[in-house]
C-alpha cells in the first residue's frame, strides 16, 4: 500500500494575509479558480507521490538527518504572481523572499531523496500557491491584478519545522495529513 506524500511548511493565515486572499477571491469571482483552502495553505518543498511504507521509513530517517542540521529561519510572502502552462496563467501564489536557508535545506533534502530513488528533477521555486487556474474569462483584468499586487509583501512566515505530510484527494478537495513533524534547531 502506497500514501501520497509532500514534504512541506505549514503556513498560518496572518490578517493581512487574509485580506489580500480574500481581496483577489472577490474580484477574480467570476472567473474559474480553484483557492486553495486557508487550512491546507503551505510551501511544497518537494513532492515524493506515491510513497512505499519502506521508502517512508526511509524519507522520515532521511528528514530528520537533514533538518537536525538546520536552526529555524524567516520567510517574507512578497509579491503576487502567476505561473503559466503553454500560453495560459495556471496558478496565482505569493513570492518568498529572505531564502537562504530554505533553498539550502531543499538542496540536502533532494540529494538524499536522489540516492533513495525519489526523481528530483524539478527546480525548486519557493513559493505560496493560493489558486489553481482552470479558465480566465477576462485576462486582462487578470494581469492588471497581478501588476496591482505585484510588490504586496503580507507576511513573515517564522519555520521552526518541517512536515511531511499525507495528501488524501477527496472530491470535495484535498486533505493533507502531517506524517511527522520535523523540528527545525
Given amino acids: 500500500m502506497t500514501k501520497r ?17 480574500n ?7 467570476d472567473e474559474r479558480i480553484k483557492w486553495v483552502s ?3 495553505l503551505h510551501v511544497t518543498l518537494h513532492f515524493l507521490g506515491e510513497t512505499t511504507e519502506e521508502q517512508l521509513v526511509k524519507v522520515l530517517k532521511l ?9 529555524g529561519f524567516t520567510l ?24 537562504d536557508e530554505l533553498v539550502e535545506l531543499v538542496k540536502n533534502i ?13 527546480k525548486f521555486k519557493p513559493h505560496l500557491t493560493l489558486g489553481r487556474i482552470n479558465y480566465l474569462r477576462d485576462r486582462s483584468a487578470f494581469y492588471d491584478l497581478m501588476e496591482d499586487f505585484a510588490e504586496t509583501g503580507c ?3 517564522k519555520v521552526d519545522n518541517i512536515i511531511l505530510y499525507e495528501s488524501i484527494l477527496k472530491p470535495e478537495g484535498p486533505v493533507y495529513k502531517p506524517v511527522k513533524v520535523f523540528p527545525l534547531n
Avoid: C, M, Y
Avoid at 14 to 21: H, K, M, T
Avoid at 110 to 121: A, E, T
Fill in 155 to 157: 507576511q513573515l512566515i
Fill in 23 to 29: 481581496s483577489l477571491k472577490h474580484e477574480l469571482a
Fill in 110 to 122: 533532494k540529494l538524499g531523496l536522489s540516492k533513495l530513488g525519489f526523481s528530483v528533477g524539478q
Fill in 5 to 21: 506524500t509532500f514534504i512541506g511548511i505549514k503556513v498560518q493565515f496572518n490578517e493581512a494575509l487574509r485580506e489580500v486572499f
Fill in 63 to 71: 528528514i530528520s538527518n537533514k533538518t537536525s542540521d538546520f536552526s
Fill in 76 to 99: 517574507k510572502l512578497n509579491g503576487l504572481s502567476f505561473f503559466r502552462r503553454q500560453s495560459s496563467p495556471s496558478a496565482v501564489f505569493f513570492n518568498l523572499t529572505e531564502v
Fill in 38 to 40: 486557508p487550512q491546507n
